[in-house]
């Protein structure tokens, strides 16, 4: 009976931990068993590989609060110094025996470990295409097919807090949240938000974001807590904008093809606002140098990103003194959050008492149950993309250039074309979703929603023109209504007067019913003060499009006589003012009644004194 209970020599893992038994003296047959206590339980589950073809294996443990601990042990740790290799085990909490012999004994075991088992090793999360197309959360891979061991499954290298997390049923996020969304443009589009960033690598749209901008307690904060729950736990999803750009880059890496929010712009640095605009946009990190001082890689992503805050990105940078650029406005794009209806950025209250009580609903709602819908859109496109890429690329694009050849304004510019590229990808996601089972809405309504927010953001930039060309005749236009009798030599009087860092010449041009200013300027001051900060040579030639500078023999300037200056090479803008509709008795009666009206010894403003004439 004895003889049965003793343990077998080797190695033995146990539920008290990893042991090794072996006899008190190895020369004696009939000498007893010792046991060695190495480490509490564990299990090498998996051979590792990574991209760079670098091997290790995957190791399992619960830590000290219980929690399940997966470990990536690359290949160098078993061949390199053991010490490091202790210190990583300890650091996630699996305390191994502290005496050498063990430790050594601990060392064979890991190094003889042969899994058959696979598993590819990730840095990042979200779409992965190769020999298999998977999408990578931390807890799981969807579009993984196969049993054999070389298929495997992916594992998340720097697993850190899932905020992928899952409440409750689909069905029940359709009872309580989703349904609400319909007739609410704002909260169509935010839950449609929540399947579009993993849809940036199937069509080939680059990343980008939507800024719900309004007052406060407008809502636009509760729309963000919708979109977060399509895909996990509201509180662990969204985000706040007070970060560096630097820190948000490994965010930006965690959260690649899923959810970020980004709440209340209103608290981040107004210097760093543009820059991590176009960082997140841009889909790529600052390259670094490591210890060796070789570079580093940078970090990358694919992202869409929901933003919410009652400034908007133009107004936040302008509080640094700086200017909202082209790329910036379309990286970022302002959508008001009043929807129009009076209550903010709902529409629809669906019988709720208030705007204020439909929000909290909403949110108690979104924080009750969430994650479910994202997890039933990734388990279907990405099975379906593994299967078939080429027709899943190719009928996800066409849903979004539908969108596009409808909505998109004739003769818009490239950035408007890109906005509407986005809300229609935004679009095509929430109609996918639909047409899945996974929102419970009508069909159409994801797209009504994204149309409702295209128009609204185009009204409120004013055109479909180049933004930059936009801005920079507004500031020509600017220049000449603050300093048009300051910095521009009057042209006639046969005494003008003196005028300081002069930019250009004026001249008054008079008909019977009409009294207008003509500018000339200097082609120097037109490239470094009307349009500075801007493509002058652009906005010249958009100028004359429109007619607001005249052409001369097909170039945008002309050599012309400037008074005593003589012939000199200007741009010569279009007639300037609104026409004079008073009769010449009615001109000079206005006049009088002005001079009437002035000091003894005052002289009337020089704009009025042409009039006489």
């Given at each position: 009976m004895e003889e049965q209970n003793k343990p077998t020599l080797g190695y033995e893992m146990k539920k008290t931990g990893l042991f090794y038994h072996q006899k008190k003296k190895p020369d004696d047959e009939d000498a007893g068993v010792v046991s060695v206590w190495l480490s509490?339980?564990?299990?090498?589950?998996?051979?590792?590989?990574?991209?760079?073809?670098?091997?290790?294996?995957?190791?399992?443990?619960?830590?000290?609060?219980?929690?399940?601990?997966?470990?990536?042990?690359?290949?160098r740790l078993m061949g390199g110094d053991q010490r490091v290799l202790w210190q990583a085990l300890y650091e996630r909490g699996l305390e191994i025996t502290a005496k050498t012999e063990g430790r050594n004994l601990l060392h064979r075991y890991l190094v003889e470990q042969k899994p058959e088992k696979r598993a590819m090793v990730v840095s990042r999360l979200g779409w992965h295409v190769g020999e298999q197309t998977v999408f990578v959360l931390p807890d799981r891979a969807y579009g993984v097919t196969g049993d054999t061991p070389q298929s495997g499954e992916f594992i998340y290298r720097n697993k850190v807090h899932n905020p992928y997390s899952i409440q409750g049923s689909l069905e029940e996020w359709q009872e309580h949240v989703g349904r609400f969304c319909v007739g609410n443009s704002r909260l169509v589009l935010a839950a449609s938000f929540g399947f579009a960033s993993s849809l940036l690598l199937i069509v080939g749209e680059e990343s980008g974001g939507v800024h719900l901008q309004g007052s406060s307690r407008s809502g636009k904060s509760t729309a963000g807590v919708v979109a977060a729950s399509v895909g996990g736990m509201p509180k662990d999803i969204i985000l706040l904008w007070r970060a560096t750009a630097n820190g948000l880059e490994t965010t930006c890496e965690e959260r690649c093809d899923g959810l970020l929010i980004l709440d209340e712009i209103g608290q981040v640095d107004p210097k760093e606002a543009g820059e991590i605009a176009y960082m997140i946009a841009n889909g790529k990190g600052k390259k670094r140098a490591g210890r060796d001082a070789e570079g580093r890689?940078?970090?990358?992503?694919?992202?869409?990103?929901?933003?919410?805050?009652?400034?908007?990105?133009?107004?936040?940078?302008?509080?640094?003194?700086?200017?909202?650029?082209?790329?910036?406005?379309?990286?970022?794009?302002?959508?008001?959050?009043?929807?129009?209806?009076?209550?903010?950025?709902?529409e629809n209250l669906h019988g709720a008492d208030s705007p204020g009580a439909f929000a909290e609903q909403l949110r108690w709602a979104a924080s009750e149950t969430y994650g479910a819908p994202l997890r039933g859109f990734l388990d279907q496109i990405a099975r379906a993309f593994a299967d078939d890429p080429v027709g899943i690329r190719s009928a996800y694009r066409e849903m979004r250039d539908n969108f596009m050849r409808e909505n998109l304004p004739a003769g818009a510019s490239g950035q408007v074309r890109t906005a509407c590229g986005r809300f229609g990808l935004i679009a095509a996601a929430g109609e996918i979703a639909t047409g899945l089972g996974l929102t419970g809405w009508p069909e159409g309504e994801a797209e009504r929603g994204a149309l409702t927010c295209f128009k609204a953001w185009l009204e409120k930039r004013g055109t479909t023109g180049d933004h930059d060309i936009e801005k920079g005749i507004q500031q020509v236009i600017s220049y000449i209504e603050r300093h048009g009798s300051a910095r521009f030599e009057e042209l006639g009087p046969e005494y003008p007067v003196l005028v300081h860092n002069r930019v250009g010449f004026r001249k008054c041009i008079k008909t019977e019913d009409d009294v207008r200013w003509q500018y000339l300027?200097?082609?120097?001051?037109?490239?470094?003060?009307?349009?500075?900060?801007?493509?002058?040579?652009?906005?010249?030639?958009?100028?004359?499009?429109?007619?607001?500078?005249?052409?001369?023999?097909?170039?945008?300037t002309a050599v012309l006589r400037c008074g005593k200056e003589g012939r000199l090479r200007v741009y010569q803008l279009a007639m300037w003012g609104e026409p004079d509709k008073r009769t010449p008795a009615e001109r000079r009666q206005d006049f009088i009644e002005v001079m009437m009206e002035q000091p003894l010894g005052a002289t009337a403003a020089t704009e009025t004194q042409p009039l006489l004439n």
């Open positions: 509490p339980p564990f299990a090498v589950k998996a051979r590792t590989r990574d991209k760079d073809g670098l091997w290790g294996k995957l190791l399992v443990w619960l830590d000290h609060d219980g929690h399940e601990v997966q470990w990536v042990m690359d290949a890689e940078s970090k990358e992503w694919r992202l869409l990103f929901l933003s919410t805050g009652e400034l908007s990105l133009a107004d936040k940078m302008a509080e640094a003194g700086k200017k909202t650029r082209a790329g910036q406005e379309v990286r970022l794009l302002d959508v008001p959050a009043e929807a129009g209806a009076g209550m903010g950025i709902f300027v200097l082609p120097e001051a037109w490239r470094d003060e009307l349009c500075r900060g801007y493509d002058s040579k652009a906005i010249a030639s958009e100028m004359l499009k429109r007619g607001l500078l005249i052409a001369h023999q097909g170039r945008s």
